[in-house]
Structures are given as C-alpha cells and as structure tokens.
C-alpha cells in the first residue's frame, strides 16, 4: 500500500514530462462546441479546442480557392467572442460571404501580407497578442517547426488558430499530408444541395473530414454548411437516421 502511494506521483510526473515533451498543454483546455452532436462525440472535451492550432483545406478543386473551408472557418470564428485578425495574401475574401455565415465586417480585421514568411509572423503575433475571438491566416507550407511556434503562441494567450490552407497549384496541395502541431486537421470538399419542391437554391453541402484530431477520432459527415449564426448542421434525411453515429464510427475506422 505504501509503495503504491509513493509510486503514483512519480508516475504522474513522468506522464506531465512526456506531455510536456510532446507539445501538449497541462491545463485543460475550453471548447468550441459545434452543436452537432456526431461532431462533438469525435473531439477531446467535446468541441474545437481553443488555445490551439487548427487547419483547414479544401477538397478538390477547392484547394486552390478554399472559399468552403473559408466559410467553415468563419462559421467557427462567428462563434468567439471577440475581434477576429483574418490574414491574406491574395485579395479575394468575399466579405458578404463571411457575413453570411455571421461572421461581420465590424468584427474583422483583414491584413494583407506579401509573403508566407509573413503571413506566419502575423499569424504567430496575433496568436500571442491574446485580446483576440480567433486569428485565421492563409497558409501554403506550414513545417512543423512554424506549426509548433503557431501552436505554442495560441496555447500561451488561450486564442483560436484556423489555419487555412491554401495552394497556387493543385500539386502543392501534397504538403497537407506532412505531419504538423495542429490539433485538428479537416478537409472541406463542396457536396450537392438538397433538392428543394420548388425552383431554387437549397442550402449548401459540404463533405467535412475530421483528418486528425489530437486524443479524438477521425471521421467524416455530410453537413449542411455554416447559417446565419455559424452553425453546422446534419441534413434532416441523415439526421433522423438511428444509426448515424454508427455509420460515421464505421467510416473512420475504414
């Protein structure tokens, strides 16, 4: 009995080392819920964890433009409190969009850099600067040196990173395999909209892949796509499915 007691500190130190080691953070951290619960089973604590790092692509095509995964990440931004520090290196943010996911102008602050090299400075101060709902940044190469500095830096000021990874040339698009610091890692690819009774234009797919998730699971689920308030949501059909949980549990052990 003695030596039992004696041993379990040693041991729990050893544990908080190797964490440590690891890149992991001692505290535990808050969560971003998605609301959906077939999301949030799959995700230490139950949501997107905040103080941490996360990217974004987009599937297919969308790997060059990520305007799904930019509104994925803006739906998550929408839902922080705070200003969010929103870095490009190309002028192509569709602001109406963002808004359409409630993500406001009046809360965005948008900085153009000239420079991968610079776009990861700006994201690296943002992360440490603290005062911020979440920094998002436009990244093409992210080593995992960079990553590991990002990941740091947002687990030191508790700030939200979304990583969004964006390519010039479809072939670039091969560095989202190399491993990195990120806690997460999704894939956003564009599905079919749900057929409406009548003539228009239902509300957008999208096919979102939970590549990596840190302590969680890997899994996929077809989604309706960030609304007015940022939130996902599972399709009616898919929804009153008793064995979705069970199809997407099926999906990521394949």
């Known amino acids: 009995m003695t030596a039992e007691i004696h041993k379990k500190p040693g041991l729990e130190t050893l ?7 690891e890149g992991h953070s001692d505290r535990r951290r808050t969560v971003l819920p998605f609301g959906v619960r077939e999301i949030d089973a ?15 692509a987009g599937g297919g095509n969308d790997a060059l433009h990520s305007a799904a ?28 969009s963002l808004k359409q996911v409630g993500l406001s102008a009046r809360r965005t602050i948008f900085v153009e850099a000239g420079s991968d090299v610079d776009v990861l400075a700006c994201f690296e101060e943002g992360l440490r600067h603290g005062g911020l709902g979440a920094v998002v940044a436009e990244v093409a190469r992210l080593s ?26 479809q072939t670039d698009a091969a560095d989202f395999g190399q491993p990195t610091a990120s806690v997460t890692r999704w894939r956003v690819s564009v599905l079919p909209s749900v057929p409406l009774p009548a003539p228009g234009v239902g509300r957008p797919r999208w096919l979102l892949e939970l590549i990596r998730a840190r ?29 979705q ?9 394949a």
């Not at 509104?71 to 705070?82: E, L, S």
């Not at 949980?245 to 052990?253: F, L, T, V, W, Y």
Request: a positive charge; proline letters at 4%; one cysteine or more.
């Open 15 to 21: 544990r908080a080392a190797i964490s440590r080691l």
């Open 42 to 56: 799959r995700l230490p604590g139950g949501g997107l964890a905040l103080g941490a790092l996360h990217e974004v």
């Open 69 to 96: 995964a930019g509104q994925f990440c803006a739906g998550i931004a929408a839902r922080t409190r705070g200003k969010v520090l929103w870095i490009v290196t190309r002028q192509d943010v569709f602001a109406p």
């Open 144 to 169: 995992m040196t960079a990553s590991r500095r990002l990941q740091l830096a947002a687990e030191t000021s508790g700030s939200l990173g979304l990583a969004i990874r964006r390519w010039r040339r």
């Open 215 to 243: 302590a969680g699971e890997c899994a996929d689920f077809e989604v309706e796509a960030c609304d007015g308030k940022g939130r996902l949501s599972l399709p009616a059909t898919m929804a009153d499915r008793p064995d």
């Open 245 to 253: 949980e069970a199809a997407g549990q099926r999906r990521a052990s």
